[in-house]
DNA sequence: ATAAGTTTGTATCAAAATGATGCAATCGAC
DNA sequence: GTCGATTGCATCATTTTGATACAAACTTAT
C-alpha cells in the first residue's frame, strides 16, 4: 500500500473509533546514562509529537495504549502505567495533522472527526532500550529517542504529558520497584544506580543505594563474576521471579 | 419544570455533550468519627450510584467535575483531584438508567446517546461535611451519606472507582497534606489525628501524630484556648495561609 | 478550697532507618 | 608481584520514628 492508500484508509476507520477518546504514550528509556523518551518526527512540518492514538469501539483504553506501543515499538509486553487524564477544552491546535494530510492531498473539512476535540489519557511506558525499533505511524516519517532534557517543542500539550509522566516516574521510583524495567534482563548495582541517578536527577551514595536495594529483596544475583575491566568484577543481578 | 419536562431536557442536550466521556466524582465527607461517600438513589429500581455526569464541549474535564460536585453538594471551591480513568468496554449495564427513563416515560432505543459506552474520569473530593446539602440528579430521587465500610452494591463499576479513590487517598494522605479539607475550618489535633486513624484504619500514637503533623509547620494555633470539658483544652488549629 | 479525674502538650528514651566513611577483596595491566 | 580501579560490605554518626512518661490545665465532687 501507498502512503496515501494508508491515509485514506486510516481516515475511514473513524466511526470505528471511540468518539473524543485519544491515548498518548510517553515511552522511556534508558540509553548511554540518558532518560529518553520516544518522539515522532513529521518531516513536512519539522513537528514532533508523541506516539498516540485513538480507541477502538471493542478495545479499552489500556488495550489501546498496549497496542499503540507495539506498533511503535514492535514491543509487547511492556511495562505500561495510565498515569493523568488531559481534559482540557482547548488542548492545542491540529494544523499539524492538517498539513500531513493536506501534504498526502487530503483536505479536511473543519468538522472533520480528526479534528474535532479529544481528551487523551497518558500513559507512561519503561522500555529496554536496545529491543525498541522505533516505528512511524501514519502522521510521522520518524521515530527516534531524544534525551529528557532536550526535548524539542511537541504538538498541542505534549510537553506538559511529557513532563507530568516524568515527575509521576519519580515518585513512584521509591514507591514502587519499577525501574528495572528500564534495563536489559540482567545488570550490576552499578547500571541500577546509574539509572536511578539520571531519573531522579542527583548522585545517590553507592553503599546506600545497595544496602537498599538489596534489603527489598527482589534481587537475585545470577553469575557470579563479569570480566573484562581491570578491577573487582560486579555481580550480577536480575528481578526474583515472584513464584 | 415537572421532573419528565427535566429529564426531556437532559435527554436533549445529549448533542451539547462531548461523546463517549463521562466524569465520576467519589465525594468523601467526615462525620462521627466515618469517612463517608456521597451516594445518589434510584428509588424505583433501589440502586445505588456514584454523583456522575458529562462533560460540556466547552467546558474542561475539571471543570465539569467541579459542576457536578456543586449541583450535587451545593458548594463550590471544594478540594478535587483527578485520581483514574476508567477506560474498559463492558464497564456494566445501563439497565438502570434505561428503567429510570422508562418510569418518565422515555422509552430509549439500543442506540440512544445515553447508552453508549462511555470512559469515565474518577475524581475524588474532600469536602467538609456539614457544609454539603446531599441534592439528587435527574436519574436519581434521594443523594446521601454512607460509611465507607458500608457501602451498598453500584451501578455500573462504580465500587471499584470507590476503590480506587480510597486507595489513592490513603496513599495521598501522608505524601501530601491534604485531610484538612475534610474538617472544619478550625479543629484540634484530637479531630485531626481522628480523622487520619478514620481513613488509613489504624491506630497512631498520640505524641508521635502531634509531633510529626507539627513538624511540617503548615498548621496556625488560632484561639489560645477552648472550654466546656473537664480537662485540659486542646489549641484550635488552622491552616496557615501560604502568603 | 482542695482533691480527683481527664485530656493535652511535650520531653525523653529506645529502636530503626538513613547518611557518610573506610577498608579488604578482586580483577587487568604492567 | 605491584599498581590502579572498582566492588561489596562493615562500621559509625545522624536523623527519623516508635513508645512511654509526666507536668499542666480544666471541671466536678467534696
Redesign the pocket.
Known sequence: MTPSQNIKTFLETGPEYLPSVSVDCVIFGFHERQLKVLLLEFKHTKAFALPGGFVFKDESTDEAATRILWERTGVKDIYLEQFHTFGEQNRGNWDVHKATMSSHGFELETNHWLLQRFISIGYYALVNFSKVIPTPDIFSDMGGWHDIHQIPTLILDHNRIVEKALSTLRLMLDYKLVGFNLLSETF???ELQSLYETILDKKL????F???M?SMEILERVEK?F?????????VYRIKKTA
Do not use: I
Open positions: 550490576t548495582m552499578k551514595l553507592r553503599a546506600n545497595q544496602r537498599k538489596l563474576k570480566s573484562g575491566k581491570a578491577h573487582k568484577p560486579p555481580y
